[in-house]
């Protein structure tokens, strides 16, 4: 596998780099949280209200007439639509149908407060101009893989005026040691349990309050599922790390990519991509060997090890526009229910199989 990967300073020697997950400097982690970089950390007792507003997000999502211009210039009513607009600077968040009703900020500030018993705000967090939002909390499910090696469960709520998302809730697994995202949860048991429609997502045309309520149920199971989710790791820790199995989860978790054959520029002839034909490859056996990895040194020869190298990828290399914040954009959202957070979902199967 000899290509060679630019390996980002996420893990440099200053400790500097950028990562994923906030509170660092207090939760242990050993790298800059990239979701500090683009969103804004909220200090410890801030209301929800207050951290909304310190991430310049004390505005409303107005509904508006939307027009267009005729071949001669003359403006024209968009029949059955309306324009989404910022109502502090008028910028264009989306175009719906005039059935559509957005949800503001303080649905999102309402839940918040409505949790403040069992979470902790830490960052708030607007992409795309505002046009999806994100705030992010912790609550009081943590443990220990190893001795010292903490994993802490996070909560997620989001919101978008464009039209990508609805309004709901999802839950992550992190590593704090070095802020690598070990699973993106969407719930999918708590739905199951409550019935259809119930859980993690509402649209835009249901109250908010009634979602709010649903979430303090939501908060327990979270907790029980949790200790199943470290005996998880527990076991990909234990679990000796093969060549064959080593192939396996690497095979399992870019599947994505190796479905995908290479044509031959001069022949045309197609052929399998293979592991070998991946530039992750490279970085992925840099971080597993230690060389560049976080904090992986206690679990080489492990599928744990593997995993760890793999998350660490997808959690602070990958990407490939040069724009150092748009890169840094395009894999928050990749880990947070993207391309990403499926390729760790394949590769903790494919540990747990061995």
């Known amino acids: 596998m000899g290509f060679s990967t630019k390996v980002s300073t996420a893990f440099a020697a200053d400790g500097v780099g950028p990562a994923v997950y906030g509170k660092y400097r207090d939760r242990g982690y050993a790298v800059r949280p990239l979701v500090d970089a683009l969103g804004t950390p909220v200090e410890r007792n801030a209301?929800?209200?207050e951290a909304f507003a310190l991430a310049g997000l004390d505005w409303t999502a107005e509904r508006r007439p939307l027009t267009y211009a005729s071949a001669d210039g003359t403006l024209l009513p968009a029949t059955g639509r309306i324009a989404l607009v910022r109502s502090d600077n008028d910028a264009l968040l989306g175009v719906h149908g005039t059935g559509y009703t957005p949800i503001q900020h303080s649905a999102l500030i309402s839940v918040l407060d409505y949790l403040r018993e069992n979470v902790s705000i830490e960052n708030v967090l607007a992409l795309h101009q505002g046009r999806r939002v994100f705030a992010t909390a912790?609550?009081?499910?943590?443990?220990?893989?190893?001795?010292?090696?903490?994993?802490?469960?996070?909560?997620?709520?989001?919101?978008?005026?464009?039209?990508?998302?609805?309004?709901?809730?999802?839950?992550?697994?992190?590593?704090?040691?070095?802020?690598?995202?070990?699973?993106?949860?969407?719930?999918?048991?708590?739905?199951?349990?409550?019935g259809a429609g119930a859980g993690l997502r509402c649209r835009h045309t249901v109250s908010a309050s009634a979602f709010a309520e649903?979430?303090?149920n939501l908060i327990d199971l979270e907790r029980q599922q949790f200790a199943k989710s470290l005996d998880d790791y527990k076991r990909m820790a234990d679990t000796k790390l093969s060549v064959d199995l080593a192939r396996r989860i690497l095979e399992a978790a870019y599947s994505d990519k190796l479905a995908h054959p290479i044509t031959d520029k001069s022949t045309k002839d197609k052929r399998e991509r293979t592991l070998e034909d991946l530039p992750e490859i490279t970085t992925i056996r840099s971080h597993y060997s230690g060389e560049t990895g976080l904090a992986t040194a206690a679990y080489r020869g492990t599928a744990f090890g593997l995993f760890n190298a793999i998350t660490q990828?997808?959690?602070?290399?990958?990407?490939?526009?040069?724009?150092?914040?748009?890169?840094a954009r395009a894999r928050l959202e990749s880990l947070w229910g993207g391309t990403a957070s499926k390729r760790l979902a394949r590769a903790k199967q494919a540990c747990l199989s061995a």
Do not use: M, W
């Not at 990828?313 to 890169?327: I, K, L, M, N």
């Open 47 to 49: 209301t929800a209200s």
């Open 214 to 216: 649903r979430l303090p």
């Open 138 to 194: 912790s609550f009081d499910c943590e443990s220990e893989v190893s001795q010292g090696d903490k994993v802490r469960r996070y909560l997620h709520l989001f919101n978008s005026f464009d039209g990508s998302s609805s309004f709901g809730i999802f839950f992550s697994d992190v590593r704090l040691q070095c802020a690598n995202q070990l699973a993106y949860l969407t719930g999918r048991a708590f739905s199951a349990a409550e």
């Open 313 to 327: 990828y997808e959690t602070h290399d990958a990407g490939r526009t040069t724009d150092d914040t748009e890169r």
